[in-house]
């Protein structure tokens, strides 16, 4: 399974005792885990979460065009917002 981590960089001391907790599983091979530590300097920050959303299954894949033009299709991209909708329901987030 590949995990793509979203956090708040003020929640980063709980995305390292995350790694703790999962480094097990990882060793096993049973679990990668990215997160945008990992960008390299110079790299497009929203083209490198975007392609590691993809590279999850979170994310409507891109159709490339031409040189670095990309699309998607319009009822992925609906039926991606319905279901971050219908998730966003049922999920109850802390009071900040």
């Known amino acids: ?14 995305l390292d005792r995350l790694h703790v907790h999962l480094a097990n599983l990882q060793r096993e091979g049973r679990i990668e885990t990215w ?3 990992e960008i390299l300097a110079g790299e497009a920050l929203d ?3 975007c392609e590691e959303l993809e590279a999850a299954g ?3 894949r891109r159709i ?3 040189g670095t033009t990309v699309a998607w299709f319009l ?4 039926d991606w917002l319905a ?14």
Do not use: G, N
């Open 83 to 96: 279901e971050r909708a219908a998730e966003r329901a049922r999920t109850h987030y802390a009071d900040y």
């Open 64 to 66: 490339r065009m031409a």
């Open 1 to 14: 399974m590949r995990a793509f981590i979203s956090y708040s960089h003020r929640d980063a001391d709980a």
């Open 35 to 37: 997160y945008d530590r």
């Open 47 to 49: 083209d490198e979460i």
């Open 75 to 78: 009822s992925e991209i609906e």
């Open 58 to 60: 979170r994310f409507p």
